[in-house]
């Protein structure tokens, strides 16, 4: 199978090979011929399987075969992403892919200031790549229509929910033709997600090139028992033996994610946060630095967990453990890119071994557990099932029923200490 076999026209066809495309991937074997055919699109694909070429190589050639030129303000085909980091990625795939055709594109995302962004606005788009909240932006200021939008693309659309963005895409899609193309992509497909897609759908092909996501055989993987109180020792430990030359630690919280950075800042190594919360050319400036080396380590929340491409990357961390399988996967998925070999280190304490055995269940894993010399654990781990127990059991109410003590036993006691 080849590129010229799917029907694509010779400017992207010469632009694929400029870049050295030889053969197609099966996601967009599946994907290009079904787009082309102005079809509904519902696809289980994950990072790596080269989907955003599967969509937009031919929404370019849809694009640039039916012409004219968008009127001002508009814009014939909107893409929304759930980060600015796979936004600008994907702007920049477009850019690429559309070398030789005569299309506009632009993307928008928060963090930045949306002036130049509506500037951009007035001469038209053919393409435009969003985030769905400065979206809302540019709609509220009345600097963009959605009226021409013929083609409609989601992807990552579990992120776009698991993110918040239910509503934002409700009043997006109110303001959307309903006669036009739709083209969804998710990693996976929870009953929010299915919902959603049947929606927008009509009558879609249906494509799955994977079932799930899978760990490349290039990535290391290491299970390493350690005390929550000593993960930073350890890391910096890891890192000085290792001789990694860069390295992305994924915590749980922005807050963690200052904290360590300082940490191992004070340590000699050089880091930094990367989080939601920083402004856009904070995160760039991070991004940058760490891929021109300039940084060893990149603390990150999971905001970083898709949609960023780090070349040679050759190791990355669960400082926390990730909420979900599907999670981890895309974390250490960052390492033993493009053929390279990788290795992705989770820290396990006694308090998140149960979790940490769920996603092994759910990924059909099972590591060995390490101990490394001078970090041995001192807590010891509970038994699972009682932990499990536990945690179905719920939250904990702060003692049994009818012996805790009331607030008038309270106030008497501070009374009593207070008249001693």
């Known amino acids: 199978m080849t590129f010229s076999s799917l029907g694509l026209i010779e400017p992207l066809l010469k632009t694929l090979d400029t870049i050295g495309y030889q053969t197609p991937t099966p996601v967009q074997v599946q994907t290009i011929p079904a787009i082309l055919a102005r079809r509904d699109l519902m696809a289980a694909a994950q990072t790596g399987s080269g989907k955003t070429a599967g969509f937009a190589l031919p929404l370019l050639q849809r694009l640039a075969m039916e012409g004219p030129q968008v009127a001002s303000n508009s814009v014939r085909a909107l893409v929304l992403v759930p980060t600015r980091e796979l936004a600008e990625q994907v702007h920049q795939s477009f850019r690429e892919y559309g070398t030789h055709l005569p299309l506009r594109t632009d993307v928008v995302y928060g963090g930045v200031s949306i002036n130049p962004q509506m500037m951009k606005m007035r001469r038209g788009l053919d393409i435009l790549v969003a985030t769905p909240g400065r979206l809302l932006d540019l709609l509220d200021h009345n600097a963009l229509r959605l009226s021409a939008v013929s083609i409609l693309v989601l992807d990552e659309a579990d992120r776009l929910l698991d993110m918040g963005f239910a509503d934002e895409i409700g009043r997006i899609l109110a303001q959307l033709p309903k006669d036009r193309q739709n083209l969804f992509f998710s990693a996976t497909f929870p009953p929010a997600v299915q919902a959603l897609a049947e929606k927008m759908l009509r009558n879609p092909a ?33 890192i000085h033996e290792s001789c990694w030359d860069r390295v992305l630690v994924f915590v749980a919280t922005k807050h963690s994610a200052e904290q360590l950075a300082d940490k191992l800042g004070k340590a000699g190594i050089k880091a930094a946060a990367f989080h939601g919360e920083l402004s856009q050319g904070a995160r760039s400036h991070v991004l940058a630095e760490f891929k021109a080396c300039r940084l060893q380590v990149v603390v990150a929340t999971d905001v970083a967990a898709r949609g960023i491409d780090i070349e040679q990357l050759p190791a990355v961390v669960n400082y926390d453990l990730p909420r979900s399988a599907v999670d981890y996967i895309h974390r250490i998925g960052r390492t033993g890119r493009a053929g390279e070999s990788g290795t992705a280190v989770s820290f396990i304490s006694a308090a998140s071994e149960p979790h940490f055995r769920l996603i092994e269940k759910r990924q059909r894993l099972r590591l060995s557990r390490e101990q490394i010399s001078g970090f041995e654990p001192i807590a010891t781990t509970a038994p699972v099932t009682a932990l499990m127990t536990a945690s179905l059991a719920g939250p904990s109410t702060g003692g049994i029923k009818g012996k805790r003590k009331s607030k008038k036993d309270k106030l008497r006691e501070a009374v009593a200490r207070k008249n001693d």
């Open 206 to 238: 249906r494509i799955e090139v994977q079932p799930a996501p899978t760990v490349e055989a290039t990535i290391r993987q290491r299970a390493i028992e350690v005390d929550a109180s000593r993960r930073t020792q350890l890391l910096c430990h890891l």
